[in-house]
């Protein structure tokens, strides 16, 4: 076993969310808002996200990329969404 086996490992993928930018809360799947990261819609691609945001007349939000399972982190970033 490799001292550097846990860096080796396949990270897990990015979660794409949409976040509001005025609220900071999170979409869930019925078209609500929640605080809990870990309730936030997840999108597997950003096609379905921007589907998403159409559907329910989103405005002012961002595409919240989260890399840890475990909740927000330092590594997560904001794209605008128009």
Not at 49 to 76: C, I, M, N, T, W
């Amino acid at each position: 076993m490799s001292q550097f086996s846990e860096f080796e490992k396949s990270p897990a993928p990015v979660r794409k969310l949409i976040r509001s930018k005025t609220t900071r809360h999170f979409l869930t799947t019925h078209g609500h808002w929640t605080a809990k990261v870990e309730n936030a819609a997840r999108f597997p691609e950003e096609s379905l996200l921007r589907a998403a945001v159409q559907k329910f007349q989103l405005h002012d939000v961002e595409l919240y990329y989260l890399f840890f399972e475990d909740g927000p982190s330092q590594f997560d970033f904001t794209i605008p969404l128009r």
